[in-house]
């Protein structure tokens, strides 16, 4: 298994650009979760889904849009990117119950000038 | 969720056992103590976790208080390469993993 993949791994953008970041699991996990993690700061969760077509909000979702048309995939799409962005993106999936980790991804790490 | 507080930073020597605490004050009665760690830049790391009795795999064990208001985690004997940031996270257990809040952690510094 490959686990948790993210693609790319970084990427630059101007401000006003938008872009995909995407996030792909081989484990059949249900739960999907997008976080980003500014400098010296801990996780902040932005979206989740905890299923195909079922998606809701984290603590800090605004600039962010997310789908789940597959149980593999579930990419984050930055609508117009701002300075305020800037951050280190991972996306982690999950089994449900209590005796199932989330498994994280290696992160993409953006920069918006 | 209930909130966790963890001290900012802590140093080991290398060899020795790292004990990190965790204060849960109000954790409810189906939530669970989970452990993750976060090492460079990489994504974070599950270790280890428990309802309310201790726990021990490979990696660590958890030790919770009976109250079940503050856990440790003891790494037995840390190496250079348990330095890493160490976060505590108390959530309902059969939710699953998909909202999980971190907090700010434990730096842990394991010196030579």
């Known amino acids: 298994n490959a686990g948790v993949t993210q693609t790319p791994k970084f990427q630059v953008l101007k401000t006003g650009q938008s872009m995909t970041l995407q996030c792909a699991q081989d484990m059949n996990h249900e739960y999907m979760s997008w976080y980003r993690q500014d400098p010296g700061m801990g996780l902040r969760l932005i979206h989740y889904s905890v299923g195909a077509g079922i998606t809701d909000q984290g603590e800090v979702p605004n600039g962010y849009n997310v789908s789940r048309s597959t149980t593999e995939d579930f990419p984050l799409r930055l609508l117009s990117a701002a300075p305020s962005q800037t951050s280190v993106y991972f996306c982690a999936s999950s089994s449900p119950g209590q005796d199932h980790e989330q498994y994280f991804g290696p992160g993409t790490r953006l920069t918006v000038t | 969720d209930a909130k966790t507080t963890q001290p900012t930073s802590m140093d080991c020597a290398e060899g020795r056992a790292a004990n990190l605490p965790c204060n849960h004050s109000t954790i409810s009665g189906n939530e669970y103590v989970y452990w993750y760690r976060q090492i460079h830049s990489q994504g974070p790391q599950y270790i280890i976790h428990?309802?309310?009795n201790n726990e021990t795999n490979e990696m660590a064990s958890l030790i919770i208080t009976e109250d079940r208001k503050s856990s440790t985690l003891i790494l037995p004997h840390a190496t250079l390469r348990d330095t890493a940031v160490y976060y505590c996270i108390v959530r309902v257990g059969d939710t699953g993993g998909f909202k999980t809040i971190f907090g700010a952690g434990t730096r842990l510094f394991v010196k030579a």
């Open positions: 428990g309802l309310k």
